[in-house]
């Protein structure tokens, strides 16, 4: 696919030199590796070298950014520039074409019901009851279990598994590996022994989410584990039963959240962050890569860091004083020996 510079200013609604608008781009690469006739992008001061240095020809970068050393690229402003390149990209991006088909592989109990322009790929699976709603993809390898359903245009990627019961919106996405419906982690200590506390419920996810491989969202003891709508769940994350997770709400991978506890809409979680059992965690709150929240977050707009989790800004005066314990030690200690010489004196 090509574009041309003036095209991709058209599409950002922003402006070029009219001399630069024929030039042809072929696709979109990283600073470090772009080629002549290729687009990038400059969202930070860590890639200046880069800049300086890229072979690419035309370059996606902040509208107020202060070029000042001579360049080989065209510049095109912006004023988000990730906006921008996930805008750019969409043009560039390879869109799978599936064909209306069952395959022969397929295992589809009869009591199913398949709407029209679906796909099911090799060696899915559907048990009884379950309902594939028009335009949804399953790829293959798939297992839907009974009573579940799959949203209009919902893509399930290669070896996704929806255990019973289970409710999937539309256009959704369920990348490989991920399981939904799993049983939640629940037990009682009786006798000496631990006895499994029966997961009779479910996981409802609503429209629009996309959630990366190899994640497990637990069905619910009772009722319902609920991912909201536009929620966005990276690689290697564990939902547990119970949770609600808020629309809107972002999760960076190998996070993840105990039973029972509620999330709210438009947060961001950070990667291998941590979140006990229990607790509500309030709209827009912001919680950074390996932290650990252990109480509830009752004020909009928190931002927390650390382990046990507090407020960011704390954390950062609290750790800068840290790393000057080992010298604060030293310089009590030789107060202390100070103040015990003069009380001798006396």
Not at 13 to 41: H, M, R, W, Y
Not at 231 to 253: C, P, S
Request: proline share 3%; hydrophobic share 40%.
């Amino acid at each position: 696919m090509s574009l041309t510079v003036g095209r991709i200013a058209n599409i950002l609604d922003v402006s070029v030199p009219i001399s630069t608008q024929d030039l042809p781009i072929t696709g979109i690469n990283i600073l470090g590796q772009a080629k002549e006739g290729e687009l990038s992008f400059y969202a930070s001061d860590k890639y200046k070298s880069e800049l300086k240095n890229t072979s690419a020809s035309a370059v996606i970068i902040g509208a107020n950014e202060d070029i000042k050393t001579p360049f080989n690229w065209v510049p095109i402003h912006v004023p988000d520039v990730y906006h921008a390149l996930a805008t750019v990209l969409n043009e560039f991006k390879t869109r799978d074409e599936f064909s209306s088909s069952i395959s022969d592989t397929a295992v589809i109990d009869q009591t199913s019901i398949l709407e029209n322009n679906v796909h099911i790929g090799h060696h899915v699976i559907i048990a009884p009851n379950a309902r594939i709603n028009k335009g949804a993809v399953l790829m293959g390898n798939n297992y839907i279990g009974a009573n579940v359903e799959i949203g209009s245009d919902t893509i399930l990627f290669p070896g996704v598994v929806v255990m019973k019961d289970c409710k999937i919106g539309k256009n959704v996405t369920l990348h490989s590996n991920t399981v939904v419906g799993s049983d939640g982690f629940g037990y009682v200590f009786l006798n000496g022994k631990y006895d499994k506390i029966p997961q009779i419920g479910n996981v409802v996810i609503q429209d629009d989410v996309e959630i990366g491989s190899n994640c497990s969202i637990d069905r619910a003891s009772i009722g319902s584990t609920i991912i909201q709508k536009g929620a966005k769940l990276d690689n290697l994350i564990q939902i547990a039963h119970n949770v609600e997770i808020g629309a809107n709400t972002v999760m960076a991978a190998q996070s993840g959240v105990a039973g029972s506890t509620k999330i709210g809409e438009f947060c961001q979680i950070g990667g291998q962050a941590g979140i006990v059992g229990h607790l509500k965690i309030a709209d827009n709150t912001k919680i950074q890569a390996q932290s650990g929240v252990t109480k509830n977050i009752k004020k909009e707009g928190t931002k927390l860091y650390g382990y046990p989790a507090i407020e960011y800004n704390n954390y950062l005066r609290s750790y800068a004083a840290f790393k000057n314990l080992p010298e604060l030690v030293v310089k009590m200690q030789k107060m202390e020996k100070e103040l015990e010489e003069l009380k001798n004196k006396k």
